[in-house]
């Protein structure tokens, strides 16, 4: 098992066979014609991108409009097509191979800007999984990704972004320790095919609603983004386990 794919769609079928997981799972699908049209036809918003790179490269969102048209949105630049018919033609000169279609989630926003938020999920030898650190990236203005570099966003505490949103529940204990308990079972899940990780970072979304989503799982997680808190504390907890584990 050691030999296991570390790509969006390998970790996203793996997590599927977890019944309590399932729900907090967007659809994801291979990048095909047929399957790209068919995600559309289902949620008129679907997000593309690499199955096996992160950092928010490649990622474009497509919106399924009136008549037949749809817009494609990469970075700030907005395209529109008439049909499916130049859709299609338009993607395939991309070449996306290895992409994958996601069902778009509309995350919560915090001040008129999406976020999502990074858990960090972390294991010492022979210990239980333990959540040391967790934060909200907010897109930069105008820009889909909230990956920091790319989408010139910033970085907040969990409870300032949820704060600054529309979230019904808004920030309480009870959200809280939800977000704690999907990002542990997600890392104790895929721990049990990737024997080796001892550190899942684990990229959430917030929906307008409240409700948690799984956006991906990452084994190489930056722990940078934790030095922009004003709160080191996190940042040096994860560092501390970083430490145990280049001592074994």
Excluded: C
Aim: net charge positive; hydrophobic share 35%; proline share 2%.
């Amino acid at each position: 098992m050691s030999k296991l794919s570390w790509s969006k769609m390998t970790k996203y079928k793996l997590l599927k066979r977890n019944r309590k997981l399932v729900k907090y799972l967007p659809e994801t699908r291979r990048m095909k014609k047929s399957g790209l049209m068919q995600m559309l036809g289902t949620y008129d918003n679907v997000i593309i991108k690499p199955s096996s790179s992160f950092g928010g490269k490649g990622v474009m969102r497509v919106t399924s409009e009136r008549k037949g048209r749809y817009a494609l949105h990469s970075g700030k630049k907005i395209k529109h097509f008439g049909s499916a018919k130049g859709l299609k033609a338009y993607l395939k000169r991309k070449r996306l191979h290895g992409y994958i279609v996601q069902r778009y989630v509309s995350l919560a926003k915090a001040n008129g800007r999406p976020f999502d938020l990074r858990v960090m999920v972390q294991r010492r030898k022979k210990r239980d999984w333990t959540v040391t650190g967790k934060l909200a990236k907010i897109a930069g203005k105008g820009y889909i990704v909230t990956n920091i570099r790319r989408s010139h966003g910033n970085v907040v505490s969990v409870k300032t972004a949820i704060s600054q949103s529309k979230i019904r529940s808004k920030y309480s204990k009870a959200l809280m320790s939800k977000i704690d308990k999907v990002a542990l079972r997600t890392a104790k899940h895929l721990h049990k095919y990737y024997k080796w990780i001892h550190t899942t970072g684990v990229d959430m979304g917030l929906d307008r609603k409240g409700n948690i989503w799984i956006i991906e799982a990452n084994f190489d997680p930056a722990t940078s983004l934790f030095l922009k808190l004003k709160d080191k504390s996190m940042y040096r907890k994860i560092i501390s386990y970083n430490k145990k584990k280049r001592r074994r």
